[in-house]
């Protein structure tokens, strides 16, 4: 079945409008405790999460309010980044969790993020069957009076994270000496990422925490690393982390101020696993964005990439299937299914921190793994509902683009599942010729958007 309101990181748009209203919110709700309460009679349990953006106010209590309607116990948390809320539900033993979050987009958006009783999120065929539901409306299947559900607080949930997150740091080793600066994009890891940093004995520097409901991601944070990169310098930090607004993904700035993407990550994470005997799968899983570079240097070492399409829940499925347990994002997004069941920035930036430390380097040393090939990516916006990917004119301007650059490159043109956007990417050896081939698919694609 196909899902239209779904997309690749559950549902998302622009608060107060469809889909992100209270009325859709509990309808979503309604539908998915019905899914999740169908089996049997027992008690029913999700947890619920968020971030800090000022429309969780508004879509929380809905939500609380279609899962109790149809029976299901509730249990709220409060601001917490997104792994809290997988890792959650499978410690509550819950049947469901949900965090409201739009990730790294601003604060005006929103986005509400389902994940099942595993911990993983839940796959496009259970999502389909949910959107069935939704159809049927929001008074469909309501529970008795006397089967209502209940709801609570959790209050330790911060604390259960933050020792969570610490257990994934080599036992009996500290970050004394090191000075971090960890910047929580004024979101949903403003309390806990600086804790876990000072628990362990390092010397933080925290940026991005003071939410207010509308600066998350603004400015700051993986998105925006720049405030970091120069507040790196300024304070002569060892290094400096960025996260998103839900803290699932990871961005790392070395002591000069120079930003380090995932791809790098990836590589420092693999290389060590590898030499430790920890790596599953012999390889790494990554996407069709990552870099030609991150593909030749693991093979010299004897390890294998295999690309998915974009987007850390495909990633995650083929860990499952192929038996992998690192795999991630150029965009940052890491999961290590050792520890996690989703992209974690926090505990990525704790894997990082265990190899500097364990070998001494400096991280502009340490995350300079790789030789990366040129590339370049930009986005093009577009309004309504415009399809300019349908046109004609963009589908020949991609093949001519494709057939030029032959096997010296590769291009990716895509939709972005999160947002109104056109990604165009293309990399190879030549950079000359890569930034002609985006140009040249970039202006198609503008063109087709403007009518």
């Keep these: 079945m196909a899902r239209k309101l779904f997309g690749t990181d559950g549902i998302r748009g622009r608060s107060n409008s469809e889909p992100m209203t209270a009325v859709t919110a509990l309808t979503v709700a309604v539908a998915a405790g019905r899914h999740f309460t169908s089996a049997d009679n027992r008690r029913h349990l999700v947890v619920i999460g968020k971030d800090t953006r000022l429309s969780g106010y508004m879509l929380e209590p809905a939500l609380v309010a279609g899962f109790a309607s149809v029976g299901m116990d509730v249990v709220t948390v409060g601001p917490l980044p997104t792994p809290a809320i997988a890792m959650l539900t499978r410690s509550l033993r819950a049947d469901l969790g949900v965090m409201i979050s739009a990730s790294h987009n601003p604060y005006a958006d929103n986005g509400i993020k389902l994940f099942g009783p595993d911990g993983f999120k839940l796959s496009d065929d259970v999502e389909a069957r949910i959107e069935r539901l939704i159809e ?135 290389g060590s696993w590898a030499k430790d005997g920890r790596l599953k799968g012999g390889g790494v899983v990554a996407t069709l964005m990552s870099n030609f570079g991150l593909e030749r240097h693991l093979r010299g070492i004897g390890l294998d990439l295999v690309r998915t399409q974009v987007g850390d829940r495909y990633v995650v499925e083929h860990m499952r ?47 300079r793994v790789f030789r990366p090939a040129p590339q370049l990516l930009k986005n093009v916006r577009f309004a309504g509902k415009a399809k300019p990917l349908d046109a004609d004119s963009v589908k020949q301007t991609i093949s001519t683009v494709e057939e030029r650059l032959g096997s010296r490159g590769r291009l990716v043109v895509r939709k972005s599942g999160t947002e109104p956007l056109i990604r165009v990417m293309a990399q190879g050896e030549d950079e000359g010729e890569i930034r002609a081939a985006v140009d040249e698919v970039v202006a198609a694609v503008e063109r087709a958007a403007a009518g």
């Design 136 to 270: 049927e409306g929001p008074i469909a299947g309501l529970a008795e009076p006397e089967r209502l559900g209940r709801v609570q607080r959790l209050e330790d949930a911060r604390g259960r994270y933050i020792e969570f997150v610490k257990a994934s740091f080599p036992r009996g080793r500290r970050l004394d000496g090191l000075k971090v600066a960890i910047d929580c994009a004024n979101g949903a890891a403003y309390k806990v990422a600086p804790t876990v940093l000072w628990e362990l004995g390092a010397t933080v520097i925290p940026i991005g925490v003071n939410p207010d409901g509308t600066n998350i991601n603004r400015a700051c944070g993986a998105v925006h690393p720049e405030h970091l990169q120069t507040q790196v310098v300024t304070h002569r930090a060892d290094i400096g982390l960025a996260l998103d607004g839900d803290a699932d993904r990871l961005i790392v700035v070395d002591e000069h101020g120079e930003a380090i993407d995932g791809d790098q990550i990836l590589a420092l994470i693999a």
């Design 321 to 367: 299937s192929n038996g992998h347990n690192l795999g991630g994002e150029q965009s940052g997004h890491m999961v290590m299914t050792d520890y996690v069941t989703t992209g974690d920035g926090l505990v990525a930036a704790l894997q990082v921190l265990a190899v500097l430390t364990q070998n001494g380097k400096k991280a502009s040393e340490a995350l």
